[in-house]
């Protein structure tokens, strides 16, 4: 009685709130816990944002129930969720067939030797994996990581090269950026909590920060997860939604190898960045492309434009942003 009375009463004193403060009224709808003065905001996750109405979505089927009149970015979205699930598979021709597409591509083909028996070979880590087996460096992000680092390799060479060339671990340092993009995306946030995904970006101090400056992050977060499905609409086929997905891990990818370049003007060759620096670069690239998505680009291409126009990526994490 009195205690459902009070908590819908500060359900509408926030959405009032909410809306007041630009919040996108079809989509942003929030979850709520505990009565009175322990009902919490419960920031929403991308699936929340495409059906207002799945407080708690157990199924995909359910998912598809209240989608309303945009189902096509609940199955696009679900394609991500279950290609960062799907562990690499020896046995299935599609999955070898993949690794196979990435050794031929990323080597050259004057260097190229055969593929390695049995997958395991020195030559993976010349492309930046941490040991002689990709499939075990691909468990946090599944075959939707291996699909990003092809496409790395595929589209962007020079940016591999970047990386191989400043000691960077290219293909590990691209599985980052994708488990990145699904926890501050929320893509899968129920996934994310049962196999341990952790934000490589993180900052140490993170619960140290003014609630004001977390709760305008969220509100940038917010407004990139809307952005993000929004282009998700367009997709018709699953490679279309992987294709997108893998071209957002590009962009990010770019903007930190240019956090790289900007951290080695300030400290000179003396003391140029290296691998024990890359938290710092991703930190910065995860910050510039959560506000990128935030400024709302309609496209790809708009977005890639936009990131072009960036002066100076790095972040300086005094000025706070988490």
Known sequence: GRAADRLRAVQDRCVRRRAGHGFPEDGARSRWCGLGRLARRVQP????????????????????????????????LMVLVDRSKMAFDPNTSDHVAKLVSLWDTAKPAAERPNFPKERRSRGWAELGFQGTDPATDLRGTGMLGLDCIHELFAKRPEVANDFANNDLLCATACINVVQMLLVHLRIDEASHRERQLVDPSSRSDKSKLPKRIVSRYRAVQLEAMQTFLNMLEGCATEASTISLFAGLVLVAMQLTMRAWCDLYQLRGEENKPNLLDFRELLYSARVQIMHLLAAGPRSMRALQSNAKSIETVLVDESERIP
């Open 45 to 76: 996750s991308c699936v929340d944002l495409c059906c207002p109405s799945a407080s708690t979505p157990v199924a995909p089927a359910s998912w598809d129930a209240v989608a309303g009149d945009s189902p096509n970015r609940i199955r696009q």
